[in-house]
């Protein structure tokens, strides 16, 4: 069975806690960064299949951090959902223009995040 494999981007622990704990129940290779900077080094050497991203973080935003992912030929394809506490339809439309899969605003159902994580990784199968 492939290994899935997961980076969760934020910088608030008790986020980063709960999400590791819960997709690793899942059976993830989970990865973890704290900041934009951390989060692209992690992808481009990783190359996660799902990325959880903050907006608003230390050093570089999930915006920047996106736009940089997207430039890296083998991190193309790899599927974002931006997490943020930022709900106005501007920023949703921003994140969504520069690549995003998908846009949860917190507070969220880790439940419910795992179900879109889930959903977004058979369409990468191609099984839908």
Partial sequence: MEVKRILIVDDEPNIVMSLEYAFKKKSYEVFIARDGTE?????????PQVILLDIMMPKMDGYETLKKIKEI????????????????VNDIEKGMKLGA?????????VKKLIEKVEK???????NE
Avoid at 120 to 126: C, P
Wanted: aromatic share 10%.
């Fill in 120 to 126: 977004i990784m058979l369409k990468e199968k191609g």
């Fill in 101 to 109: 899969d998908d846009y949860v605003t917190k507070p969220f159902s």
């Fill in 39 to 47: 989060a692209f080094e992690i992808a481009k050497d990783q190359s």
């Fill in 73 to 88: 030929e083998h991190l193309r394809n790899t599927k974002v959902i931006f997490l943020s506490a930022k709900s106005k």
